[in-house]
């Protein structure tokens, strides 16, 4: 079992910036990709970043150019740096591991971002 706890979530004005952290409890998390995922109420949850293993990155193309993903393998730890937020950025933000055929999910960081 992989816990993944969120932090770096709140309130903040549009054009505002937050960065969130996302801890895994195991060192499997060094070997596969992380994902960044948002829930808007009323809305599907949806793909905002994924990170590689190595490093490599890619965005949902709402978020491109204002948002950045990366990690620290050494700290088992995941990071969304998120700029200019604008307030359809609200949502709740979920990290995400996928080892193997397994699903972990953290319990979530709410963004708010008000106009």
């Known amino acids: 079992q992989v816990q993944l706890v969120e932090s770096g979530g709140g309130l903040v004005q549009t054009g505002g910036s937050l960065r969130l952290s996302c801890v895994a409890s195991?060192?499997?998390?060094?070997?596969?990709?992380m994902n960044w995922y948002r829930q808007a109420p009323g809305a599907q949850r949806e793909l905002v970043a994924t990170?590689?293993?190595?490093?490599?990155?890619n965005y949902a193309d709402s978020v491109k150019g204002r948002f950045t993903i990366s990690r620290d393998n050494a700290k088992n730890t995941v990071f969304l740096q998120m700029n200019s937020l604008k307030p359809e950025d609200t949502a709740v933000y979920y990290c995400?591991?996928?080892?193997?055929?397994?699903?972990?999910w953290g319990q979530g960081t709410q963004v708010t971002v008000s106009s």
């Open positions: 995400n591991l996928r080892p193997g055929g397994l699903d972990y």
């Open positions: 195991s060192t499997i998390f060094r070997s596969f990709p």
């Open positions: 990170i590689s293993s190595k490093g490599i990155t």
